[in-house]
């Protein structure tokens, strides 16, 4: 995965760095730095994932039982059978052998095999990974523009009884359980109460039988509501940290220079405060990308939405140790994953950090 | 993230009197009893300024309504309510005068369930808070005050902690364990610590680097009477502002494991009775009476934490204003 993510990063982040020109002195100091810093940050992301390999490995060895008695579902079935799923998922081997073998494959991408769906556990990965995708992808982008526009507004009126309203909304969604409000927007929406008919689907990603533009339309309205969900419960990390932020840049010099320029409010706003605010903002809120996650798996779950996070909750449920084991590798990366690329971006956007 | 000055007033109720070098008690007072009156005095205090934040107080009062009715659960509802087999009413009955929210699958109340659920939501929200913190405490001082080796290992597991997505763990933990409410409460305490390692080693750092603790060395103080002594007392307000903030995420989880199946299926949790009225077909059938209580229930107590630890952490640094 990340063997093939991480060299064309490192080009495209060596590109720009030697061109950033403007200040000398310590920009200068930044670039001489940054191939260590990347190879640092790296490194720590390479060892990072091979403790959760590692671990994902021995975890889910911990379980009391046999592993083949959850695969056989508590039905009657021969010693010879028995013997027979263990030799075909490896399981008679010793634990080390097991662990070498896991790891080999791992790195070919060979993740084993579900025990319920009797197929490759990256086949199953990589089928529902673009579902998954276009969900996170939409609301992340949806809820991140959201906190921040929200969250800048709460700063810039510190105190008022709009900043009140925002941050109280906020923190009220923030408190609320992401599957609740799901089930929730569910029947109201989907299976309608009273007077509301149901305006969306209960679930699922398409209809079935659509094609062309039709198609397009049929998922983005199956989209809507599990969007809106995962929206409404993370918008509220992003306007708090992106407010605090903002309070933390307000009273600097900068900005009464700025504005005994005579600039208008609103410019000194977006162009002098805000860009500076951000930059903490987005380590945040990269960092917290491990909530999103979580909240991918719930919404997934509750609308059935054929993903990742659904995929789980199934493998879950049986429990299907591969599947749950590859799944838990493949949310543990996407994440370590992300951090690194924000880690990296960062000293670029922001010469004071990284030297 | 934020750090905390550590010249910060309210922090600074230590170092306690070692030993005065000439005995001043005006009115026999000990040294012992000096310290106490200055932190009965610093208690006081800190409560005036927490009273300024009306949040704060909400949240309090919330909390103190949801103990008292957990805490008196057995004798408003009485331990019979999670019986399924001498149920009172039918399946699935609509909220009437006798079921003021209606009945579950099995014909209990729901209200009855709501109120019993109260002690499992709140109890594992408590313990799991505590056993974080007790981990991000002690692996914060430890690390803070240590340096070398250890304190390098213990925060880059810490980090590695850090980045994992939280509930991922949890439900890894959740799954290969057996199900019970120990189960749950190890596997979120064992996975949330990390943020407060982090900022309790931050502030142990502070206060290392002040002199009374060279002076404190010089007298011949130990590692453990440093870090019990002096630390200690330094770090605790901030610990209890955490725990605050945690037990409102360890109730979500909680609830969180419950409905994914992997809580305690003995006993009821708010989490628990939305995972019995989704697999009872409540959502499809449109009984929305069935999934509106608990999920208010969880988003209260959860806010109610929240407000109180923010207000808390305010009091404790002003300069923050609002917290991360």
Redesign the interface.
């Known amino acids: 995965m990340t063997a093939e993510a991480t060299p064309p990063l490192v080009g495209k982040t060596d590109g720009p760095a030697p061109a950033g020109p403007s200040v000398r002195g310590p920009r200068a100091r930044t670039t001489d730095g940054y191939p260590r810093y990347v190879a640092g940050k790296l490194g720590g992301a390479a060892v ?1 994932l091979l ?2 390999l590692v671990t ?1 490995f021995f ?2 060895r ?3 039982g046999d592993p083949v008695k959850f695969m056989t579902g508590g039905r009657q079935v021969s010693a010879e059978q028995l013997a027979a799923y263990r030799r075909e998922f490896g399981l008679d081997l010793p634990m080390w052998e097991q662990f070498t073998d896991y790891c080999g494959k791992a790195l070919t991408g060979d993740l084993g095999t579900s025990y319920q769906f009797r197929a490759p556990v990256i086949d199953k990965i990589t089928e529902s990974l673009p579902n998954t995708l276009l969900l996170t992808g939409t609301s992340f982008v949806i809820y991140t523009a959201l906190g921040i526009f929200l969250g800048t507004r709460a700063a810039w009126r ?1 105190g008022r009884i709009g900043d009140r309203l925002n ?2 909304l906020a ?2 969604l ?4 992401s ?3 799901g ?2 927007l ?3 929406f989907a ?3 009273g007077p509301i008919p149901g305006l969306f689907p ?1 679930g699922g990603m398409e209809s079935g039988d659509e094609q062309g533009f039709a198609y397009v339309l049929d998922v983005a309205h199956h989209l809507v509501l599990p969007v809106v969900t995962l929206v409404a419960v993370e918008y509220g990390q992003t306007l ?2 992106t ?2 932020a903002l ?1 933390d840049e307000m009273g600097s010099d900068y900005l009464t220079t700025a504005r005994a320029k005579g600039l208008r409010d609103d410019l000194v706003r977006r162009r002098h405060a805000v860009p500076n605010a951000l930059l903490p903002t987005m380590t ?1 809120i990269f ?1 917290n990308l ?2 999103t ?2 909240g991918v ?2 919404v997934e ?1 509750v609308f059935s939405w054929p993903g990742l996070g659904g995929l ?2 199934q493998a ?2 049986v ?1 299907d140790l591969p599947l ?1 084991q590859g799944l ?1 590798f493949v ?2 990366a996407a ?2 994953v992300m ?1 690194t690329l924000a880690d990296l971006i960062y000293p670029l956007l922001d010469p004071r950090v990284g030297r | 993230m934020t750090t905390t000055d550590p010249d910060e007033p309210m922090t600074t109720e230590a170092p306690p009197p070692v030993a005065p070098s000439e005995a001043p008690s005006p009115q026999k007072a000990g040294p012992r009893a000096l310290a106490w009156q200055r932190r009965r005095r610093s208690a006081a205090r800190f409560w005036q300024r927490y009273r300024t934040h009306r ?1 704060g107080v909400f949240g309090l009062a919330a909390l103190a309504l949801f103990a008292l009715i957990a805490l008196t659960a057995p004798l408003t509802v009485g331990s019979d309510v999670q019986s399924v087999t001498n149920a009172p009413g039918r399946p699935m009955e609509s909220p009437s005068a006798e079921f003021p929210l209606g009945t579950d699958q099995f014909g209990r109340s729901l209200l009855g369930l709501l109120v019993w659920g109260a002690r499992v939501s709140l109890l594992v929200g408590l313990l799991a808070a505590v056993l974080s913190v007790a981990i991000g405490a002690l692996i914060g001082i430890t690390a803070g005050h240590f340096r070398g080796w250890y304190a390098t290992v213990m925060m880059r597991i810490t980090d ?1 902690f ?8 949890a ?3 959740a ?4 199900r019970s409410l120990g189960t749950i409460i190890l596997a979120i305490g064992v996975t949330t610590w990390p943020t407060t390692a982090r900022l309790v080693r931050a502030q142990t750092l502070g206060v290392e680097s002040r002199p009374y603790i060279e002076r404190a060395r010089a007298l011949g103080g130990g590692h453990w009477h440093v870090m019990s002594r002096h630390v200690l007392p330094n770090v605790m307000p901030l610990v209890l502002a955490q725990t605050t903030l945690i037990i ?1 995420s360890a109730i ?1 989880a909680e ?2 494991l419950a ?4 809580g305690d299926p003995t006993v009821v949790s708010w ?1 628990g009775l ?1 995972q019995d ?2 697999e009872a077909g409540a ?4 009984k ?1 009476w069935y ?2 209580p ?2 208010i229930a ?3 107590v ?2 109610a934490f ?2 109180c630890g923010r207000a808390v952490e305010s009091v404790l640094n002003p300069k ?5």
Request: hydrophobic share 65%.
């Open positions: 990072s403790a959760v994902s975890l889910f911990l379980i009391p510190n941050t109280g923190l009220t923030y408190s609320i359980p599957f609740w409000l089930l929730l569910i029947i109201v299976v309608g109460i209960t708090l940290v407010r605090s309070l945040l960092i491990g909530r996650v979580a798996i719930l779950t789980f909750y879950l449920s429990p749950v838990f949310f543990a994440v370590i951090n | 949040a590695w850090l980045v994992m997505p939280t509930l991922v763990l439900i890894a933990l799954t290969v364990m057996s409102s979500l609830a969180t409905f994914l199946g992997l989490g939305l009225a989704r959502v499809s059938a449109g929305w999934l509106v608990p999920g969880i988003a209260v959860a806010l929240t407000l923050l204003g609002v917290t991360r």
